[in-house]
């Protein structure tokens, strides 16, 4: 069950509610959130839903978003998604109610048993608190309207994170690419934003935030990266952060252009169910070709490079399970992808 608050949604050109935004347009957050509203972009009179759990980030977006809203006509909903997962959880769930209310927003709160998900599902509790999470967040927009868009506040230290452990877990050029600033109705508009940064905005504003003290838990690998490997990096380059970002978003636009590549191969080599592989293309584009042909969820890299390693064999007839019911037979230097 959603509960709601019954706050209007700010709508630039009405009567602004009697709480305002202690954040400028100038300040750090509001001014990421403008940039955003261009880059991405970000129409003028959207709707959108904020993720905002309470922590230092999330409070940037909400009132950073508060501070430019009235200028683009934007209408405001926050949602807030309580994990269950610490004895006082109930009390970020009020503060972020609390804040909503006090800037005039209508607010959307929901609370869900992450553990058990988790143990459901098997999948570990990050896991299951990210499904969980945007589960709720695409409930909640969707009954705002097909158009409305998910807003969250992945910093420019999230995105380095994430980028280091999917290297670390041997990830391919997709994993580099990191959070994108985009994807479908969902936007990252403090993406390219420092953390430091955002909390300083807030202290100097005088804004409250909460702190959650399983992101310093070491059971979990992002704290370990957090702790350990950033801090390492920076004391070889104290921009190692914004050095990763950067290399992030390279390695976003060689990927895009590796997936463009592989789908015109992909239209030239499909024929008759079948992809012609007489003439192998290069292995990197050969791997996307075969992902794209094969569809989601893709299989593992071994299991790739297995079919790639007997399309180009000197003998056919053999056949290769690639999970979920899905096989790849060779025949003749022919890949058949059975669904």
């Known amino acids: 069950m959603v509960e709601q608050g ?10 602004p509610p009697s709480a305002t935004s202690l954040l400028r347009t100038d300040d750090v957050p509001s001014r990421a959130v403008a940039e955003a509203a261009t880059r991405l972009p970000i129409p003028d009179g959207a709707t959108m839903v904020l993720a905002v759990s309470g922590g230092p980030d999330s409070m940037a977006l909400l009132h950073g978003a508060r501070a430019v809203a009235p200028s683009h006509s934007w209408q405001l909903v926050v949602a807030h998604l309580d994990h269950g997962l610490r004895p006082d959880s109930a009390d970020d769930a009020t503060f972020v109610t609390d804040a909503a209310d006090e800037l005039g927003l209508p607010w959307r ?18 896991g299951a608190g990210r499904v969980a999470r945007y589960a709720f967040l695409d409930e909640v927009a969707d009954g705002l ?36 600033a985009r994807r479908g109705r969902v936007i990252r508009p403090l993406l390219a934003t420092r953390r430091r940064a955002l909390r300083t905005a807030l202290d100097e504003a005088g804004i409250a935030y909460r702190l959650d003290p399983t992101n310093a838990d070491p059971a979990h690998a992002r704290a370990r990266v957090r702790a350990d490997l950033v ?31 592989a789908a015109d191969e992909l ?13 192998p293309p290069r292995p990197a584009l050969g791997r996307r070709v075969l992902r794209l042909a094969i569809g989601d969820p893709a299989p593992s890299a071994d299991r790739i490079e297995a079919v790639l390693e007997a399309a180009a064999g000197p003998r056919g007839g053999i056949t290769i399970e690639l999970g979920r019911g899905r096989t790849a037979e060779i025949r003749g230097r022919r890949i058949v992808i059975g669904l």
């Open 6 to 15: 019954t706050h209007k949604p700010l709508v630039g050109g009405s009567n």
């Open 231 to 261: 801090p390492a990096m920076e004391s070889l380059n104290p921009a190692a952060v914004d050095a990763v970002v950067r290399f992030a978003a390279l390695a976003a636009d060689d990927d895009a252009l590796l997936d463009a590549l």
């Open 109 to 126: 709160l929901r609370r869900t048993d992450v553990a058990a998900a988790a143990a459901a599902d098997r999948l570990g509790i990050e």
């Open 145 to 180: 309207g097909s158009a409305t868009l998910v807003v969250t506040a992945h910093s420019a230290d999230d995105q380095a994170e994430t980028v280091l452990m999917n290297l670390a877990r041997g990830s391919g050029l997709h994993g580099l690419r990191g959070i994108p």
């Open 267 to 279: 239209r030239r080599r499909g024929t008759d169910g079948a992809l012609d592989w007489h003439d």
